[in-house]
């Protein structure tokens, strides 16, 4: 090839400095819209439903025969913003060290779906007392969520929740 038969240089195009400026311009602003969309978009998560409901006072009364301990059979009722009874069952878990607490998973079982709590549990005072919280559900339950006081009454055999909440 001979130096007369390459090809001229592409010179590049200038742009002239306003333009540039616009550009710079655009690019700021569009940088600026992606990071509130980003930051909207995060902080969308964390904002509470609107739909929380108040929550409602129930009390839930089981009574249970210990004659199969630590799994229990029994019955439960439930008043206020449940009204609910039928079988019961509870597994308890005593503390191995000194027996003054206990775990305890109790599932009340209704006719359109069962209710799982657990229950922590301590027996250094009298009456017994503790705490119970849902953790689980199926049927018209499965996202049913509460938590109260319990009060137990080990002479006769049963337990209520005093001061519960549904949620």
Not at 36 to 65: N, R
Request: net charge positive; charged share 10%.
């Amino acid at each position: 090839m001979v130096r007369s038969q390459r090809r001229p240089k592409q010179q590049k195009e200038k742009v002239p400095h306003q333009q540039r400026i616009l550009i710079m311009r655009h690019n700021k602003i569009l940088s600026a819209a992606i990071v509130l969309c980003v930051i909207a978009f995060f902080t969308m998560g964390s904002v509470p439903s609107a739909s929380a409901s108040t929550p409602i006072p129930v009390t839930i009364t089981a009574t249970f025969d210990f004659s199969n301990f630590p799994n229990v059979s029994g019955t439960f009722t439930t008043t206020g913003a449940l009204t609910i009874s039928g079988p019961a069952t509870m597994h308890v878990d005593l503390n191995p060290f000194n027996g003054v607490r206990a775990h305890c998973v109790v599932t009340l079982i209704a006719s359109n779906g069962t209710i799982v709590i657990d229950q922590q549990c301590q027996f250094a005072t009298s009456p017994p007392k503790g705490r119970w919280e849902i953790v689980g559900g199926t049927g018209a339950y499965a996202n049913l969520n509460g938590n109260g006081s319990l009060q137990y009454f080990a002479s006769s055999r049963h337990a209520s929740s005093r001061g519960g909440l549904l949620f």
